[in-house]
């Protein structure tokens, strides 16, 4: 019988850091605020996630180009882009713990307990001030003022200033897009919530050019794939609203926006975005650059200024949503009394995500099954990630596997050596097939995804 947790954030941060999926950045030197690390399991769980993205955005369609730009951009980029000016958040700070916070965060309510003052009583806060979140570094021997550049704030500009490039070297025609996946950084005011808001985060997004007068049915194409791509990543779509943003909240350089909120344990937050920036990058560029930034059509001879739809998705805040929506504890029961024996935990992650595809598992350590074991994990990792565990009980094997969301488990016994077989189990169904040894990859080929 599944039961829900009101403390299901505490149980998936427990999960991750126990299993190898995320630890604290630089724990041992006391870490580092808000700062992560992904561990063996968790970079295959954010490298899957990325495969399938790009897969379904680029390609499998040809209306997309791919790029990976530099983090580090000429400061002249952020100047024309309005980041240096308008890239901020209002900041308010305690007068008496000295503690700051984003004063379009603050409850209403600041008796609750959680914003009292580390110095005792209420927080008094000086009044609101605009924090530009640009990360500033130095280029050079010499830290001065002319070698002042920024860790980029998001993936978008460079599809912007690369724009020309592309569509003189690599032959696409409007409507195209250019997708791109990477780091950015946001010097935040208040990061928390494990991964939900971080300094250094990973977007995947994508710059969607089109002419005007198709800008909104190319909005509703996009909004669309973002549904399709919820679904394909197997999200509780119970917790997944969409929201339209109103004029007064929207950027100042979009006409329209939607974004898509997740239901997490702390709350309804944004977890993707749609936004629709008709041609002021584009505009904003080729000003700032003297650079005609303008497409011609090669049919019509007609001369504009793209504009864009920008659909952009989160890799940390998928990762945090997907743990969420697959985390399951399912009550054991056994006994005259059918008793609680104990509670057992599954990540039902989709197949496609999932950082271990099968687990080789031998009955015992004995060389007559550890060597038959080995040679079907090495046959069965050139196509798939693959663990081979032989310490332990074969129960706690099989519920590590389930804790860390693989989708079968394969058992070599002592009947082995004489139908030259094995018994496959299936994470969801619990079922079980004995497979011929020989005709195991035929036999993943059809469950999984090379």
Request: glycine share 6%; hydrophobic share 35%; with cysteine.
């Amino acid at each position: 019988m599944k039961k829900q947790q009101p403390d299901l954030m505490d149980k998936v941060i427990s999960l991750a850091k126990r299993r190898g999926f995320i630890f604290p950045g630089s724990e041992i030197y006391g870490g580092l605020a808000n700062s992560w690390d992904y561990g063996p399991l968790g970079v295959e769980l954010k490298n899957n996630i990325k495969k399938l993205w790009w897969k379904m955005f680029v390609q499998q369609r040809f209306d997309m180009a791919g790029l990976d730009a530099a983090i580090i951009m000429n400061p002249k980029v952020w100047e024309a882009s309005g980041h240096l000016k308008n890239f901020s958040d209002p900041l308010v700070e305690c007068k008496k713990c000295h503690e700051r916070f984003r004063a379009d965060s603050l409850p209403t309510d600041q008796e609750d307990s959680f914003w009292k003052c580390q110095k005792g009583g209420k927080h008094e806060f000086t009044e609101a001030r605009q924090f530009n979140m640009m990360l500033k570094t130095y280029l050079g021997p010499v830290e001065s003022e002319g070698s002042v550049v920024y860790l980029r704030p998001e993936t978008a500009q460079a599809m912007f200033v690369d724009f020309k490039q592309i569509i003189d070297n690599y032959q696409v025609k409007i409507p195209f897009g250019v997708a791109q996946i990477g780091k950015a950084f946001r010097n935040e005011i208040t990061p928390g919530n494990f991964i939900f808001r971080t300094r250094e985060f990973e977007q995947m997004e994508i710059e969607y050019f089109v002419h005007p007068k198709d800008a909104e049915k190319y909005f509703e194409h996009w909004l669309g794939e973002q549904k399709r791509w919820v679904t394909a990543i197997g999200l509780d779509e119970s917790k997944v609203k969409y929201v339209e943003i109103s004029d007064e909240d929207r950027a100042f350089y979009s006409k329209r926006s939607v974004d898509t909120e997740f239901v997490y344990p702390f709350g309804q937050k944004e977890l993707y975005g749609i936004a629709y920036r008709t041609d002021y990058d584009l505009s904003r560029h080729e000003q700032a650059s003297g650079k005609n930034l303008k497409y011609k059509d090669p049919v019509s001879g007609e001369e504009y200024t793209p504009h864009v739809i920008e659909p952009t998705w989160g890799v940390d805040r998928t990762i945090l949503a997907v743990l969420l929506s697959s985390y399951t504890e399912t009550e054991a029961r056994s006994g005259k009394d059918d008793a609680v024996h104990e509670t057992e935990v599954t990540l039902k992650l989709p197949k496609e995500l999932a950082p271990i595809k099968v687990a080789i598992l031998p009955l015992s350590k004995k060389d007559e099954l550890t060597i038959v074991s080995m040679d079907i994990a090495k046959k069965l990792a050139k196509h798939w990630m693959v663990e081979h565990h032989t310490s332990g009980s074969i129960g706690k094997r099989y519920r590590r596997q389930d804790e860390i969301g693989t989708p079968y488990c394969l058992t070599v016994d002592f009947e082995t050596a004489n139908d030259k077989s094995v018994t496959v189990r299936d994470r969801d169904t619990m079922q079980q097939e004995r497979i011929k040894i020989d005709e195991l990859v035929k036999y993943f080929v059809k469950k999984l995804i090379i």
